[in-house]
């Protein structure tokens, strides 16, 4: 027997793929066909087949490995077979191919003469004219080259690729859009995309993660992402609109707008022109030409503005700074903060604060404010106070009631001092005597005055021993009459000393408390703590009789021979001697914060801080009253009167004899002032330059009035946060509270300072009210647990006419089945930022889980785990609804059953029934059984 084999064809073709020779590269294998005969008859069996590859045509040398091909299907002696030698076996050398054959397969191997020569193919060819070719580029480069003709690439509009482990690695694209003719390279990543009409976009980086793409992408012309991954430069869809924005590295960055940058970190984004961001973790600049220097969670929104580093830091003015720090804000254009929860909101602030957890926000434009709970040292780096300065301070001015200055220089003294003017007959205006003082009120020629600590001094007339017989103790309220004075103790009872030809010392009341007093000629009013009236002394006018005998009060002055006063509703009453209309004319409205009473006439400052007069007029002390400006206090002398602008200055009128308008102080800042027969006193709240407590009201006996007024917290101009009374005339927002109110523009704060100071409670201004915490995401929110005094529910509105596409909830069984409910401990980390919350297990479910079953009762808290990750909380309201729905589903289950037991019962009952008949038929046959069988 012998073996032949015919050869068809033996190329050096690619093995064909998927894909079209154009677009696949070509292998180192190629067909061969033959035709097998045995005997000289074709083969039709199966046959293996053992192909070896030599380098002559007889004896030589074995070129590679030996190829074996099993169990080849020969039909008609044809068959077919791929053969790769590998890419070293064919150098541009001859070669034949020698064929062993075991037929049928598993036989052994016939090898089988002779050797077949291997000719080339037109891709054989190729390579050898390449290989012998005088352009070739070679191996271990080229020299002698000219760049205009020798170089590597494409000479048509088609793109140059390299390829690495035969996957794209580098894209040389040929691009234009409009005016822009340039080139886009592609690199690193295949999956690296660089956008349609994109004009010289550059690309590298990318990768493959766990068989997902996280790709780098330009979608703007001049864009640039030089490595990383998941990076994008320019804005999808914008390829002329964001132009050369750049990313150079990092993960998930983005640089969306013209000529912004992301250098690297991770989750950064430059989103306006020329913005900035160096590094870090999820920061934004949002503002044309900001910058981020890194950090983490930083935000710039304001054009121009800066943010070096740190987290959680916000800018939103223009030109506005943050160098790091936490939580600092700088809301405001030109606004610098640093530190910890430093809050710039101010045009011009530059605040600065420590490392305490609280805000320190700044409250008006283009101040410097500094928190620094262990001083601020100026020349000195252990400071001892809140502000240490190692040299010397100057200041053109000093603002403040100076009591806790010390070491003055020169015996000049800080004080609460008295100036006095006008008629001096006996020793009133001359015999003023020095040291600290808070209140000041005037007779017909002598003064009264409350010093610091509280004790009475009197100087002028002693003719009824008005200023010798002045009592000791401690005061809180004092007036002057003719010959006569009266004071409020602290404890709240009247002494009066002096003249007392009318009872207007001997009958003073002996019992009860009060909380402010005047004085007129020869008569007394007092406000009881009750708010009614009480008067004594002479009653020629009806002074004492015609006292109203009914309402509350809350300010009172007397005249010669009247009296008047300012009801609750800061409406006046006047009663008494009506010779000059001093009683009649008094205004029938208006609302009046202040008010004091002359010999024949009174005055008012009304609610709006305007004066008011009427009664004689003889000296201009009503025609001359001041028609425009604000004040804060007057008084009423004999004929003339005094007032204290809101500025603290002096504005005086009426009758000058004696000077006693004239030489009224120009110069000054005062508190309190007091008028007697033609002569004034006046309090200066101090000594260099200060201001008194602006209060548009009455402060007596240690009560202060504000008379509906409101009282403001903050300095300047500010109005927007205060406490105030607001009733049904002065509505507050949507309510007419009529009571107090505590009011702040961002909000505020209820305190405790035991144990160390804390917010007990506080509110912002969305409405949102935290107990214990700051509420971020609902109108109410609790730091640890809620009680209440009884068991009851929280009332909601749940009224059938607000409501649509009412539904029964239904499936409840099974649903609440699917809820775990579960005990638990909080993690010591969670313990320890939350005070309120203690050790122990507690009962619960797991929000995720939760949010499986009732995917709407699911929520952020607004607090966020260490790794920036949001917190959950649940409502856990649908269980109620669930289980009540539950039991009337398991209710309707009981009745279904019961409704079958009753009816098996009643089947049960019939089937006794019919078995009971069938035994008594059953008994009656067997007995005629018996019968028959006997007979």
């Not at 067909?31 to 070896?52: E, I, K, R």
């Not at 305190?751 to 100071?757: H, K």
């Not at 019939?910 to 067997?926: I, K, P, Q, V, W």
């Amino acid at each position: 027997m012998r073996y032949t084999v015919l050869p068809l064809i033996a190329v050096m073709l690619l093995f064909a793929s998927s894909r079209s020779l154009a677009q696949s590269p070509l292998s180192t294998g190629f067909t061969y066909q033959g035709q097998l005969s045995l005997s000289g008859a074709p083969v039709n069996d199966s046959a293996d087949l053992m192909f070896t590859l030599w380098d002559a045509n007889a004896d030589g040398n074995q070129v590679g490995s030996a190829v074996v091909v099993s169990n080849v299907a020969v039909v008609d002696g044809l068959f077919t077979v791929e053969l790769d030698f590998g890419t070293t076996a064919f150098t541009g050398d001859a070669r034949w191919l020698e064929i062993a054959v075991a037929s049928p397969a598993g036989g052994a191997f016939t090898t089988l003469n002779p050797r077949q020569p291997l000719t080339a193919t037109p891709y054989a060819l190729h390579a050898l004219t390449a290989l012998n070719a005088t352009n070739a580029w070679g191996m271990t480069g080229m020299a002698g080259t000219d760049p205009l003709v020798n170089f590597l690439g494409t000479t048509d509009a088609q793109p140059l690729v390299l390829r690495a482990n035969n996957q794209i690695a580098l894209t040389l694209t040929p691009a234009a859009s409009g005016t822009l003719i340039g080139n886009n390279v592609a690199g690193g990543y295949w999956s690296n995309a660089i956008d349609a009409d994109v004009v010289g976009g550059t690309v590298f980086g990318g990768v493959q993660v766990d068989g997902f793409d996280s790709v780098n992408r330009v979608s703007a012309s001049l864009g640039t992402v030089s490595g990383g991954a998941g990076n994008t430069a320019g804005q999808v869809g914008e390829a002329l609109g964001s132009v050369a924005a750049t990313v150079g590295g990092g993960v998930n960055n983005t640089a969306n707008a013209s000529y912004a940058a992301v250098g690297g970190g991770q989750s950064n984004s430059a989103s306006a022109s020329n913005a900035t961001v160096a590094g870090g973790w999820s920061n934004n600049a949002n503002g044309d030409a900001s910058a981020i220097g890194g950090g983490q969670n930083n935000n710039v929104a304001g054009s121009w503005s800066t943010i070096s580093g740190g987290n959680n830091n916000q800018v939103n003015g223009w030109n506005a700074t943050i160098p790091g720090g936490r939580n600092n804000r700088a809301n405001a254009d030109f606004a610098f903060a640093a530190g910890q929860r430093a809050k710039a909101d101010h045009e011009g602030t530059f605040v600065w604060a420590d490392s305490e957890d609280a805000d320190f926000t700044s409250t008006a434009n283009n101040q410097f404010l500094v928190r620094a709970v262990n001083g601020v040292g100026i020349n000195t780096n252990e400071p001892t106070t809140e502000l240490d300065v190692d040299g010397t301070v100057t200041a053109t001015a000093f603002v403040g009631d100076g009591s806790g200055l010390t070491s003055l220089p020169g015996g000049v003294g800080v004080s609460h001092a008295m100036s006095a003017w006008g008629r001096n007959n006996e020793g009133q205006v001359g015999g003023v005597p020095t040291g600290n003082f808070i209140a000041v009120e005037s007779g017909q020629y002598h003064n009264i005055a409350i010093r610091m600590d509280g004790s009475l001094v009197s100087w002028g007339s002693n003719e009824y021993g008005q200023t010798s017989n002045t009592p000791t103790g401690t005061y809180i309220d004092v007036a002057g009459g003719f010959g006569h004075s009266v004071a409020i103790a602290s404890d709240g009872s009247l002494i009066s000393w002096g003249l007392d030809d009318s009872g207007q010392v001997r009958n003073a009341p002996t019992t009860g408390t009060y909380v402010a007093v005047a004085a007129g000629s020869k008569h007394n009013v007092a406000i009881a703590s009750d708010a009614s009236l009480v008067s004594w002394g002479v009653n020629d006018f009806g002074q004492i009789g015609q006292t109203p005998t009914t309402g509350s009060y809350i300010a009172v002055a007397a005249g010669l021979v009247h009296s008047v006063a300012i009801a609750e509703d800061g409406s006046l009453v006047s009663w008494g001697n009506d010779q000059f209309g001093q009683v009649s004319q008094t205004p029938a409205s208006g609302a009046y914060v202040a008010v004091a009473a002359g010999q024949f006439y009174s005055v008012a400052i009304a609610d709006d801080g305007s004066l008011v007069s009427w009664g004689r007029d003889n000296a201009g002390q009503v025609s001359g009253t001041p028609s425009s400006g604000s004040y804060i206090a007057v008084t009423a002398g004999g004929e003339h009167s005094v007032a204290i602008t809101s500025d603290g200055s002096l504005v005086s009128w009426g009758s000058n004899h004696q000077r006693a308008v004239s030489d009224t102080p120009t110069a000054g800042t005062y508190g309190a002032v007091a008028a007697g027969d033609h002569h004034s006193v006046a309090m200066l709240t101090v000594t260099y330059v200060g201001r008194s407590l602006n209060v548009a009201g009455t402060v007596t006996a240690g009560n202060m009035r504000m008379n509906d007024n409101d009282i403001f917290l903050r300095g300047g101009s500010d109005k927007n946060h205060g406490l105030g009374w607001y009733s049904s005339s002065k509505p507050f927002s949507d309510f007419s509270d009529d009571g107090p109110v505590l009011y702040g523009w961002s909000g505020g704060a209820l305190g405790t300072t035991r144990d160390g100071q804390e917010i007990i409670l506080s509110w912002s201004n969305e409405g949102r009210v935290g107990i214990g915490r700051a509420a971020s995401i609902n109108v109410l929110e609790v730091e640890g647990n809620a009680s209440k005094s009884v068991a009851g529910d929280w009332l909601a509105n749940s009224d059938r006419r607000i409501k649509t596409d009412v539904q029964t909830v239904d499936n409840a069984l099974d649903t609440l089945d699917r809820v775990r409910l579960v005990s638990f401990e909080y993690t010591a980390d969670y313990q320890a930022s939350h005070p309120g919350v203690g050790a122990g297990r507690y009962l619960n479910v797991i929000a995720q889980e939760f949010a499986q079953v009732f995917p709407d009762h699911v929520k952020s808290s607004g607090e966020t785990l260490p790794n920036g990750s949001e917190i959950l909380q649940v409502d856990t309201y649908p269980l109620t609804i669930y289980s009540a729905a539950a039991i009337q589903e398991l209710h309707d289950q009981m009745r279904t059953r019961d409704r079958e037991i009753r009816a098996l019962q009643a089947e049960n009952r019939a089937l006794r029934s019919a078995n009971g008949a069938l035994a008594d038929r059953l008994t009656r046959l067997e007995a005629l059984m018996d019968k028959l069988t006997s007979n």
